[in-house]
Nanobody, 122 residues
Framework: QVQLVESGGGLVQAGGSLRLSCAASGRTFSNYAMGWFRQAPGKEREFVAA????????YYTDSVKGRFTLSRDNAKNTIYLQMNSLKPEDTAVYYC???????????????WGQGTQVTVSS
């Protein structure tokens, strides 16, 4: 089992920044690729970003490329999603998740956090 706890969400004005964290406990964190997903009201959960177990490879959905940066610190069992130039359409509950491989499909992630709310006002 891997337990994931997100933090860092909040209310920010458009153009602002937030940094989300996801702390892991349980099985060896460095064995897992990690991802961030988000779900806005009335919409399906969507992929945001993913990072390989080593941190050497990262992937982003097109809408966040150039604005979001995903990183990990295996010594601290934590991943970080730095979100800059935030837009109202980034408003959603953000979830971190762990998978055996770097994948986009949410159904291939084995463990999920409880989510953290990000609200971007215009």
């Amino acid at each position: 089992q891997v337990q994931l706890v997100e933090s860092g969400g909040g209310l920010v004005q458009a153009g602002g920044s937030l940094r989300l964290s996801c702390a892991a406990s349980g099985r060896t964190f460095s064995n897992y690729a990690m991802g961030w997903f988000r779900q806005a009201p009335g919409k399906e959960r969507e992929f945001v970003a993913a990072i390989s177990w080593s941190g050497g490879a990262t992937y982003y959905t097109d809408s966040v490329k150039g604005r979001f940066t995903l990183s990990r610190d295996n010594a601290k069992n934590t991943i970080y999603l730095q979100m800059n130039s935030l837009k109202p359409e980034d408003t959603a509950v953000y979830y971190c998740a762990a998978a055996k491989f770097v994948v986009v499909a949410s159904q291939l992630y084995d463990y999920w956090g409880q989510g953290t709310q990000v609200t971007v006002s215009s």
